[in-house]
């Protein structure tokens, strides 16, 4: 009761301006977005090279029968592709979500500053020199892995006169995400392990397993909670760090777990689906635009509105062209550069 007075009284000091909140539409968006996600769900396994009626999905879910082969094409194949799909949109959409309000850059995304590319390096090293690596361990060196990318992208951005802004950001993360890129590239060919790398780097979930499920689920669902219980300080911080400290944020604080939450997210969401980029940064300005500036409409919004993106991009990955596959990376891509270029081109005019 006493957050949520302070929480009142916090927002009541606020410029009118930056009270922008539109309850109705994050409760439709919520409601009506899970609606969605599983019709798309059912739609998924429902589609493929082997068309299956929406009777015998209800079947295999409810009434799985192991003798027969459908049963066995969905619960084996079909389910753990688009619950891993939905996951890591959501994974991707809050990590974007939260680094674009920690640092009031519009374009910050995992995989424009380097995190996806940093846990990427972090896999090949570990097919190089660890081929028997558990997935637990992959996991772990996967948040190394974009911690060090991270790393590298602001560390280089900051050394540059006048400091950290969005577009040095993007420039610097481009950079070093090539590099890794081009490293990883270089272990695969030296190490002859391409084809060990080839599903992460054209990005895709088609050879998700339960038991990756299993073993990344309580990282994410814990990082998500994490980040809507961080989510009223993120809305403070958006705002600007004077006003946030003014505001009785300790900031120092806010951004080392919210940093932590994004390594989280996005290590997992590479080490099951590999370099899939745009997603975090597309859906949080999406969202901003229907619910408003409030991170804790914005967060579980974003969560649903990601899963829905990667969701239908495997659907229509899987349609584009049968029985052969697109990569989701490159179906997502094709709206995410021309996205990315409007809000470079709307910075640079703001500058």
Known sequence: MTELLEGTKTE???????????????????LGGIAA????????VSFGAADIEFLTVWEAVFRFNPELTQHQIIQELRLPRVLGGAMVGASFAVAGALMQGMTRNPMADSGLLGLNAGAGFALALCFAFFPGL????????????????????FGISSLAKGGLTPVRLVLAGAA?????????????????????????????????KWFQ????????????????????????LSLGEEVAVGLGQRTGL?????TVIVLILAGSAVAVVGSVGF??????????????????????CSAILGSLLVVFADLAARMINPPFETPIGALIALIGV??????????????
């Open 338 to 351: 021309p996205f990315f270029l409007y809000l470079a081109r709307k910075e640079r005019r703001e500058l």
């Open 37 to 44: 996600l599983l019709f798309g769900i059912a739609l998924s």
């Open 254 to 258: 806010v951004k080392l777990a919210g």
């Open 279 to 300: 997603v975090g940064l597309i859906i949080p300005h999406l969202t901003r635009f229907l619910v408003g500036v409030d991170y804790r409409s914005i967060i579980p």
């Open 176 to 208: 070093v995400s090539a590099l890794l890129v081009a490293l990883s590239e270089g272990v695969a060919l030296y190490f002859r392990i391409g084809q060990d790398l080839a599903f992460w780097s054209a990005g895709g979930v088609a050879g998700t």
């Open 213 to 236: 499920l299993k073993i990344i689920f309580p990282w994410v669902g814990g990082a998500i909670l994490g980040a809507m219980i961080l989510s009223r300080s993120i809305t403070m």
């Open 12 to 30: 009541e000091r606020l410029p009118a301006s930056k009270r922008r909140t539109r309850p109705m539409v994050t409760s439709f968006i919520l």
């Open 134 to 153: 558990s997935f637990n361990l992959l996991i772990l060196y996967s948040f190394l892995g974009a911690g060090v990318g991270a790393g590298l992208v």
